[in-house]
């Protein structure tokens, strides 16, 4: 069964205080890994995809990183409106298979 | 170009009701998906559906149902509604190219 695991579930940042969350995967081959921003009440913003163990994609502050078993988005220097729920879901590539997400981590940045 | 679109944003129900949610997905995608997301939890997977067929469905009863018209919009409908049905309800398109793009949601109370 696939499954992802998020660490930590809450984590608390000065503003300018670099971190990274953590992805932990199991799947039946990777299609794809997915990174999510979700604000609270609204819908899931796509952040990256990542497909294969080495690959890296950036976006302002934040770095997705992958190898064969999880997956870590760094954030450097964050600001007070990066606090939101980030979310890991990965893609089995069997098929037409939906995404299987973690539970998320909870970020908030304290000015 | 629109994104996502679900309606209604909030509804209230009681136990026993029915509801219907809808989606539009965003143009040219022919794919939708439905994910149910309580509080605190990643969304899970309900439905998926691909030029009007059924692809996929994930572990829920038979009280929840959906269905795919000829312009790919969706309806989830969920019968003998129960208190633990509350939730964002979820809706995703996406096409053969690109990934997941999630809707706004609907925020379902059941009372």
């Known amino acids: 069964e696939d499954q992802v695991t998020q660490s930590p579930e809450a984590l608390r940042l000065q503003e300018g205080e670099s971190s990274s969350l953590n992805c932990s995967y199991t799947?039946?081959?990777?299609?794809?890994l997915f990174w999510y921003r979700q604000d609270p009440g609204k819908g899931p913003e796509f952040l990256f995809t990542?497909?294969?163990a080495g690959e890296e994609k950036e976006k302002e502050r934040l770095k997705a990183t992958l190898t064969k078993k999880e997956s870590f988005l760094h954030i450097t220097a964050p600001k007070p409106e990066d606090s939101a729920t980030y979310l890991c879901?990965?893609?089995?590539?069997?098929?037409?298979?939906?995404?299987?997400f973690g539970k998320g981590t909870r970020l908030s940045v304290i000015a | 170009d629109a994104g996502v679109t679900q309606s209604p944003t909030h509804l209230i129900k009681t136990r026993g009701q029915q509801v219907t949610l809808r989606c539009s997905p965003i143009?040219?995608?022919?794919?939708v998906s439905w994910y149910q997301q309580v509080l605190g939890q990643g969304p899970q997977f309900i439905f998926q559906?691909?030029?009007?067929?059924?692809?996929g469905r994930g572990n829920f009863p038979d009280r929840f149902s959906a269905r795919q018209f000829p312009n790919y919009s969706s309806e989830l409908n969920v019968n003998a509604l129960l208190l633990g049905d509350s939730a964002l309800y979820l809706c995703?398109?996406?096409?053969?190219?690109?990934?997941?793009?999630f809707g706004s949601g609907t925020r379902l109370t059941v009372v």
């Open positions: 799947v039946s081959g990777l299609r794809g």
């Open positions: 879901a990965v893609q089995a590539n069997s098929g037409n298979t939906p995404l299987v």
């Open positions: 995703a398109s996406s096409s053969d190219r690109v990934g997941y793009t």
């Open positions: 990542l497909y294969s």
């Open positions: 559906y691909y030029e009007k067929e059924e692809r």
């Open positions: 143009s040219g995608h022919k794919s």
